[in-house]
């Protein structure tokens, strides 16, 4: 089956089309000018099949002899001007060829001229020891029987025209220019279907690709995105490309208006508790309260520019992160002991296990930021009184950790999302479920730095599952 769709595959291919086009472009040509040619040249136009004569064309031609001689004409050219149906009837022909003067051949009816003039030279270049039937591609000759006209002997032989025309016959039958005509209008209409299998997709991408450039970043390529070819793969890829632009500018959309409300907030608690504090009926400790509110919103407005920095930092740089050799379940435990503190304010219990030692080469820093994105989400999204859970697991190439929160989970179709940056399940700002969308961006990029995986799930009961692959060597 893998081997079938190889081959699929392979013939699906837009060069393999473009070369079975212009293979079949060229052997059409060959066949169609070898077929014209022999057409054309007189071997074809007057080749002859010898077989024996039908009975009833044996009878037909002995009755017409007895009527000739029957008649006491004195001369051919007295018998060419009587009567005819005497004889024979249309559509037959009859031919009479001298014995004693093998090269004059006469005939009753005057055929077509390329006709006439084949059926004259074969009966003067043949000679005839007795009855056949000669089949040409126009005519069917029968005969020879000897008839005696006033003493002289000749040869005589009946013809009729061909009933059954092949293609070859009706070529024949068509002007020179129109037999000429046929291979270049095949070949024109294979060009045409070509160019336009080629051509047609090619300016439908060309179309989408300037109302893109036009800002119109909801345009895609339609049609052709079925083809297994080369055309259809940059179909595809030209709408991922103009999706990617949208979830883009989307996302700055989104963080216009997060960082707006971000900002606006603690801009709008520190002018508030500044003012208070300047207040002179303020008392000591009330404008201490005030100030160190101040110091809340300073430190909550540059945790989200640091963030913001961090995110650009790994996506938009080629900077090499500096590995050493850490001891990754300590630090495993260490992050642990830090979000225990905020998870006490939910009474929400974290756990470790099972706790086994591992070893591996990373940045410490981004390595704690990643982990602690993550974990911190799971306990903003536990309930109070519940549990997260952290499983560490070693096989021969990476250590793999699952975080494990009790939450409500995400819908399926924003599993994928949880770590594009900016996104957020809930569009709802509040201070419980809001924020930038950056914490798990910046955990992603920081575990992709070490060329490691991370991704999520829901849990079969409930509650969402995160789980960060990273390599031991």
Excluded at 147 to 159: E, G, R
């Amino acid at each position: 089956m893998k081997r079938f769709a190889k081959i699929k595959v392979l013939f699906s291919s837009f060069s393999i089309k473009l070369f079975a086009w212009f293979w079949l472009i060229a052997i059409t040509s060959i066949f169609s000018t070898r077929f014209i040619s022999h057409q054309l040249s007189s071997e074809a136009y007057n080749t002859v099949i010898s077989q024996a004569p039908l009975h009833d064309e044996l009878r037909k031609l002995h009755n017409t002899a007895r009527k000739i001689e029957r008649s006491k004409i004195k001369n051919i050219d007295k018998l060419l001007q009587t009567k005819l149906q005497r004889f024979i009837k249309a559509p037959f022909n009859l031919w009479f060829k001298s014995v004693e003067n093998n090269s004059t051949v006469t005939s009753l009816f005057l055929l077509p001229p390329k006709h006439q003039q084949a059926l004259t030279r074969y009966l003067n270049e043949q000679v005839f020891d007795q009855a056949i039937t000669s089949v040409f591609s126009h005519t069917r000759l029968i005969g020879p029987v000897t008839i005696k006209i006033n003493k002289q002997k000749y040869q005589l032989f009946i013809s009729r025209k061909q009933h059954k025309r092949n293609f070859g016959q009706l070529v024949q039958a068509l002007p020179s220019w129109g037999r000429v005509a046929i291979p270049v209008f095949i070949s024109f209409i294979l060009c045409l279907l070509l160019a336009r299998s080629f051509s047609k997709p090619i300016a439908t991408i060309k179309k989408a690709a300037t109302e893109l450039g036009k800002g119109n970043l909801a345009t895609r390529v339609k049609g052709i995105t079925k083809r297994n070819d080369e055309l259809g793969q940059l179909a595809n890829s030209f709408n991922q490309m103009a999706e990617q632009l949208q979830q883009n500018q989307s996302a700055q959309q989104r963080l216009l208006g997060d960082v707006s409300h971000e900002l606006r907030s603690p801009m709008t608690r520190l002018q508030m508790a500044l003012g208070l504090a300047q207040q002179e009926s303020t008392t000591k400790s009330t404008r201490e309260q005030y100030l160190q509110r101040c110091q809340l919103e300073v430190d909550r407005l540059n945790k989200m520019i640091e963030e913001a920095l961090v995110l650009s930092r790994l996506e938009n740089t080629l900077q090499t992160i500096e590995k050493e050799h850490l001891d990754f379940t300590a630090l495993l435990q260490n992050i642990i002991r830090e979000e225990q503190f905020i998870a006490n304010d939910k009474s929400i219990i974290i756990t470790l296990d099972p706790t086994i030692a591992v070893e591996l080469p990373g940045d410490p820093n981004l390595l704690f930021s990643a982990i602690s994105n993550v974990l911190t989400n799971a306990v903003k999204y536990s309930p109070e009184h519940s549990t997260v859970n952290v499983a560490l697991s070693v096989n021969e190439k990476t250590v793999s950790l699952i975080i494990c929160d009790n939450g409500i989970g995400v819908p399926p179709q924003s599993l994928t999302e949880l770590f594009t940056p900016f996104y957020r399940v809930n569009l709802a700002r509040d201070r419980n479920t809001g924020g930038t969308g950056l914490g798990l961006a910046i955990a992603k990029q920081a575990i992709i730095a070490h060329q490691g995986n991370i991704f999520a799930k829901n849990n079969e009961t409930k509650g969402l599952s995160v789980t960060i692959q990273l390599p031991l060597g």
